[in-house]
């Protein structure tokens, strides 16, 4: 068993947390709550605790890193510029590549970041072999061809490769439309599925195609008197209504696109869009994956212990406070029922974990916020808006902070502190 330090007593700093209110949204904690110092072990065993850190609202916003970040990355790294516990970055981003973002990550926080510390929203597509073979449309933005064939996907078609082979298809601008009537093709193989990665940036145009794609059976040059159903299958990322970037209120996010595209499907076939997968936070898949790379990042550090406790810190209540609180939620049924059950229900059947919580820890620097417009708080005696999603449903109790801190930084102390581990 790896010895990792003696320590005697924690910092003098304070902390400046407190356990949520009961209700939604909580408040942030402002300057000056404090508790006394914490009990912490003379000799400090490997962890049994690991981090799943947000990266949007908590360590960075926009291109610019969140100073409290720095700090807390002062306490998780060792002398010798290593982890001190097992930490993996959990990001609804889906439109750029794995290691850029941990090579973007790196510069900004001054620490080495790992690709596979790094899961976008997409990453668990790697768990759906049966569709590596499959001709699928694409639709997204940024390194699209290469993110999926990363993922596993071989046979790959982008929404403006489909334009192309298709150009009458685009019809909303003015400008894009084909001047001559390009000749009919029989030529096009027949599209077997749709990967939804992230926000793509001409929305008329996806949404036409993606809706041409499901209603003709993937044979969009031809076209069918009835929309099968049910239909291709979909497997789609990100499911944010909103996220948080420079400007002062909340962006679009792929949630957004999605409602669009849901909303269309059913207004136009009657029946619902169906998806085979929805990953990215709060899908408890996406918690299963990252659980499974916390599991190796400890096994590959020698670290002997059971990771037991995972800590989920982010700023967004609906994704990141409702998926971990929805994680330990199946936790607790897992050790009930066993998984075996649980599995049948369409999730990832992985090997038993030792895994026992999952604790949720909410931040002020992102898009929670009480004084934010368009934030989650509600006025007073109002029910606030549900911004999830349509397959998820409304849980005030699962959108309920273990714990709201005011950055990255009183996080990680918070979690040190519970641990007994010197900050
Ligand atoms: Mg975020």
């Known amino acids: 068993m790896a010895v990792l330090g003696f320590f005697s007593a924690v910092r003098a700093a304070p902390w400046l947390w407190r356990r949520a209110a009961a209700g939604l949204p909580g408040h942030c904690p402002g300057k000056g709550y404090t508790v006394g110092p914490a009990q912490v072990r003379t000799v400090q ?15 960075v916003r926009g291109h610019r890193v969140i100073p409290a970040a720095v700090e807390a990355f002062r306490r998780l790294v060792n002398a010798q510029g290593q982890l001190r516990v097992p930490v993996v970055f959990v990001t609804n981003a889906g439109n750029i590549l794995q290691r850029g973002k941990a090579q973007e990550l790196s510069a900004l926080l001054g620490f080495k970041v790992e690709p596979d510390q790094v899961i976008l929203s997409h990453s668990p597509m790697k768990l759906f072999s049966q569709y590596h073979g499959k001709r699928m449309l694409v639709s997204g933005q940024g390194p699209l061809v290469e993110n999926t064939r990363a993922l596993g996907f071989e046979n790959v078609v ?3 490769e489909l334009r192309m082979a298709f150009p009458v298809l685009d019809m909303v601008d003015l400008q894009r439309r ?43 040059g031809t076209g069918l008197a009835t929309a099968p159903y049910p239909h291709l299958p979909v497997l789609a990322s990100n499911m944010d ?25 059913r207004k136009v076939t009657g029946n619902e869009l169906r998806y085979e997968g929805l990953m990215g936070k709060p899908s408890i898949l996406t918690y299963q994956y990252a659980e499974d790379l916390i599991r190796q990042q400890a096994e590959r550090r020698g670290w002997a212990a059971p990771i037991q406790k995972l800590y989920a810190v982010g700023d967004n209540p609906m994704s990141d406070v409702y998926g971990a609180n929805l994680f330990h939620q199946y936790l607790q049924m897992v050790k009930h029922d066993g998984a075996e059950e649980l599995g049948a229900d369409g999730l990832w ?33 109002e029910e606030p808006p549900f911004h999830g999603h349509r397959d998820f449903s409304f849980s005030p109790k699962l959108m309920e902070a273990s714990h709201i801190v005011n950055d990255v930084d009183e996080a990680v102390q918070l979690v040190f502190h519970k641990e007994g581990w010197a900050s």
């Open 45 to 59: 065993s490997p962890p049994t605790f690991g981090f799943l850190l947000d990266i949007d609202g908590v360590l």
């Open 158 to 160: 982008t929404v403006d």
């Open 178 to 220: 084909p001047k001559t009537t390009p000749l009919p093709r029989s030529d096009f193989p027949a599209i077997e599925g749709v990967l939804l990665l992230g926000e793509p940036v001409r929305w008329e145009t996806s949404l036409q195609l993606i809706m041409d794609v499901l209603l003709s059976n993937g044979n969009p």
């Open 349 to 381: 059947k992985q090997r038993p974990s030792a895994t026992q919580s999952c604790s949720s820890i909410l931040v002020c620097t992102g898009v929670y916020s009480p004084k934010t417009p368009g934030s989650t708080e509600p006025a007073q005696g």
């Open 241 to 265: 209504l909103l996220w948080m970037a420079e400007a002062r209120m909340p962006r679009f996010g792929h949630g957004t696109f999605l409602l669009c595209l849901e909303t269309i499907y």
